[in-house]
């Protein structure tokens, strides 16, 4: 399978406790984003890198939240100190950047992480 | 800020021709996109405008107006299949992407 994997696919967790996600996105894309989407609402942007760097975050993320690329590929989501109000479908995205049109803004999502905290 | 609006729920019958509309109110546009969602799945995209006009993919069309920030997904030939929720999405000058909050497509036999 050559699409966007992310682990794990479940999550339960209580709330205090600190959770780790992973995103592996498809290998030649150098665009990565992460999400964030709750029932009947549309994906909800928190952050994005190319390569290895973070260029954008959401001024709504609070500073619990962290996310990672080291090398350029797979990337880490991090939330600290998790509240309830954090249980949400985690989506990670990627694309290529370069060429035009359809290819720079078609993002290939991944399946999802679903976190429940309770 | 950025705001979407598109209807939350349209119901058709197979074989019919069903219009989506989406107005927007962003502070920097790049370009209108159109993703569809099925329950429990990822989203996937389908079509992307960042000029006036229209798109053809198949069964599925993208219009997009900048003057008036409004767009339009069109489905023709609808199957039963295409149940489900779809999403248009704005870029904006940083590379961010903001969502509505989908429209729910239901296909009747």
């Known amino acids: 399978d050559t699409g966007v994997s992310q682990n794990p696919r479940h999550k339960i967790t209580k709330r205090g406790q600190n959770v780790t996600f992973r995103c592996d996105p498809i290998?030649?894309?150098?665009?990565l984003y992460w999400y964030r989407q709750t029932l009947g609402q549309g994906p909800e942007f928190l952050t994005y890198?190319?390569?290895?760097?973070?260029?954008?975050k959401s001024r709504l993320l609070s500073d619990r939240f962290s996310a990672e690329r080291p090398k350029g590929s797979f990337s880490t989501l991090e939330i600290q100190r998790t509240e309830q109000g954090d249980s949400a479908m985690y989506l990670c995205?990627?694309?290529?950047?370069?060429?035009?049109?359809?290819?720079?803004?078609?993002?290939?999502f991944g399946p999802g992480t679903r976190l429940t905290v309770l | 800020g950025q705001s979407l609006e598109q209807p939350s729920e349209v119901t058709a019958v197979e074989g019919a021709i069903v219009q989506i509309n989406c107005t927007y109110q962003t502070s920097g546009f790049y370009g209108l996109s159109w993703y569809q969602q099925h329950d429990g799945g990822a989203p996937t995209f389908l079509s992307y405008n960042a000029l006036d006009g229209l798109e053809e993919t198949g069964r599925f069309s993208s219009f997009l107006s900048r003057s008036d920030s409004y767009g339009y997904l069109l489905l023709q030939e609808l199957q039963m299949k295409d149940s489900a929720s779809y999403f248009c999405a704005v870029r904006d000058g940083f590379n961010k992407f903001y969502f509505g909050s989908g429209t729910k497509l239901n296909v009747k036999p």
């Open positions: 995205a990627s694309s290529l950047r370069g060429g035009s049109g359809r290819t720079y803004n078609e993002q290939f």
């Open positions: 290998s030649e894309h150098n665009r």
């Open positions: 890198f190319q390569n290895e760097a973070q260029l954008e």
